[in-house]
């Protein structure tokens, strides 16, 4: 098993890259485009996916506090990147995003809702402003509705994953979420 451990979190650091969504103002042209942006960079992926995951570790109210104060604020941050408003050390953030949350996620964390909900909209604000940055020709409605779509997706998915292992095997979301903050941590040093 330590083996299989050392070699998810090499191949996941390995093919880490910086901003693989960010694909510049040609390639966002629809709500399809919205709807990929997420899927197609590995720094957007893995925190959508960790939000549903750690989502779906935290008790009662937060379970669903947490992506909605996500998707919330990725729509506000992508408001405030159509509007021209600038926001410091956006891709940092979203590296750090996948870093923070794979530490979580490792640690089985449970924060007070007091500091998990503004962590998480910072992370959104970030995600959501890189979207709004390369939104170029396209329909602001329709590629926001496209990003916000398949970020809930992701949600789910990674909250249902992480539903099913935390009751049968724990260790494995254990696992993810320190693949996650190795691929994070590579991130970070490619910037």
Do not use: Y
Request: glycine fraction near 10%; charge should be positive; charged fraction near 5%.
């Amino acid at each position: 098993m330590k083996k299989l451990q050392i070699a998810l979190a090499s191949a996941l650091l390995i093919s880490a890259t910086p901003a693989l969504a960010h694909t510049g103002p040609l390639a966002q042209n629809s709500l399809l485009a919205g709807f990929a942006h997420p899927l197609t960079g590995l720094d957007h992926l893995l925190a959508m996916l960790a939000v549903g995951i750690w989502a779906a570790m935290q008790k009662g109210k937060q379970q669903l506090a947490v992506p909605a104060v996500f998707l919330t604020l990725l729509l506000a941050g992508f408001i405030t990147a159509v509007n021209g408003v600038q926001l410091p050390l956006v891709e940092g953030t979203i590296a750090s995003s996948v870093l923070v949350m794979g530490l979580l996620i490792a640690g089985m964390a449970r924060l007070p809702a007091a500091l998990s909900l503004p962590l998480i909209g910072l992370f959104a604000l970030s995600h959501g402003f890189a979207h709004g940055s390369e939104l170029g020709a396209a329909s602001a409605l329709t590629f926001a509705a496209g990003f916000i779509a398949s970020s809930l997706t992701l949600h789910l998915a990674g909250g249902t994953l992480s539903a099913r292992l935390l009751s049968k095997v724990p260790t494995l979301t254990r696992i993810a979420g320190a693949a996650m903050a190795l691929t994070g941590a590579g991130l970070l040093t490619s910037l």
